[in-house]
């Protein structure tokens, strides 16, 4: 352990309750750390959500928030992990002015380039999807940015750990039908 500050991506495991998602924020705000990123969702267990907080911190602040995070009432567990122990993405949507996808080829080749998949086209603008870490999203908004871009919107990070987990034992769930 040490007080060098990283990376860490924080899981919850929870019931979905009114309110829990301000007590966990209020945990992080006490400590005036950021969140960097948030994004909830349905886990792989039925009626248990899971919330994906990336922060900058040190990892015995870390340990600190889990056990504050684990004394909630709705939370069944949480984790956190290091970057080099998850695979993680996210997802931004750009939508550009239509001209540029007809009038400029070279921006054909940029969203070939990068990967991307054009959503949806319409008379007046269409729609660039990207997958891919955040220095990718951001570089694909740079290279678009001249074209007209007229709306950027980017998901937090989605992650899984590297090691298995079986996070129904974890949770001490049986799921046993």
Known sequence: MSDKISTFTVSIYSENNIGLLNRISAIFLKRHINIESLTTSQSEIENIFRFVIVVNVSEIMIQRIIKQINKQIEV???????????????????????????????????????????????????????TGWREETEKLYKELEPYGLL?????????????????SNLLGLNTDK
């Open 76 to 130: 069944i567990s949480s984790f956190y992990h290091k970057n080099e122990e998850t695979i993680y993405l996210e997802t931004a949507l750009y939508k550009v002015k239509s001209k540029s996808l007809f009038n400029e080829k070279h921006i054909q080749k940029i969203i070939k380039k990068s990967q991307a998949n054009i959503v949806t086209v319409s008379p007046d603008y269409f729609v660039i999807e990207k």
């Open 151 to 167: 709306q950027f919107v980017r998901s937090g990070r989605i992650s899984v750990s590297k090691e298995p987990m079986n996070i």
